[in-house]
């Protein structure tokens, strides 16, 4: 029948329209997980604030919890050991990346009425130059990925190399793990690795749209 799509070129139509699916679902991750570690980030900076100076006393974060489930019915990543993740989340790196201050301008435009002193504390400067490439790949991978690294490396140089490796190779949460327990930065430490430039483009779209 004139117009019949031949089984070749309806083969290629579909790989060609599930890899723009994938792209694009890749794209909306990425957007999606900067946004979220920009909120987590933030937060944590603010719940440093208000409990390492002692102006929120203990049980503070739970009660948070509590009254933003209230306020927010159905909200997740929110429980009182997230929120202590966040906080830490923000202790480890504030002082590598500066990462309020570059990346979440909003920070200024609070609805309460934050001291200039505080708004200097939520947003110190780096004290390390970190580059744009760097940069990529910490927005690139997920918050579960960054508590894994932040909680069981604690050398910078350690967790950068994970971060890259996860940013680069789509790693799940699990294999991340896995590389962590083998102790893989002890035995290769910062050598190339070129697996990411080996795969397809279909499979690292769907790769990427189910590591975060």
Not at 19 to 28: D, E, F, T, W
Not at 88 to 102: C, I, K, R
Not at 141 to 156: A, E, V
């Amino acid at each position: 029948m004139k117009g019949e799509i031949s089984p070749k070129d309806f083969t290629v139509a579909v790989a060609d329209i599930k890899l723009a699916i994938l792209q694009a679902r890749a794209k909306a991750a990425r957007v999606s997980n900067v946004e979220a570690l920009k909120l987590y980030f933030f937060v944590g900076g603010y719940i440093s604030l208000k409990t390492r100076t002692a102006k929120w006393g203990a049980g503070a974060i739970d009660a948070l919890s509590e009254r933003l489930q209230v306020e927010l019915p159905g909200l997740r990543g929110f429980s009182p050991q997230h929120i202590r993740f966040m906080r830490q989340f923000y202790e480890e790196w504030n002082t590598v990346l500066g990462l309020v201050s570059n990346v979440h301008p909003e920070i200024r435009y609070l609805p309460s009425s934050e001291t200039e002193e505080e708004i200097r504390y939520l947003a110190s400067s780096s004290t390390t130059p970190v580059s744009s490439e760097r940069m990529t790949d910490f927005l690139s991978i997920g918050f579960t990925h960054h508590r894994s690294i932040f909680g069981k490396c604690k050398q910078l140089d350690e967790r950068w190399y994970y971060i890259s490796r996860c940013a680069r190779e789509q790693w799940t949460v699990e294999t991340l793990e896995r590389h962590i327990k083998a102790k893989d930065y002890d035995h290769v430490g910062a050598l190339p690795n070129n697996f990411s430039k080996t795969l397809s483009p279909i499979a690292l779209a769907s790769q990427a749209v189910r590591s975060f």
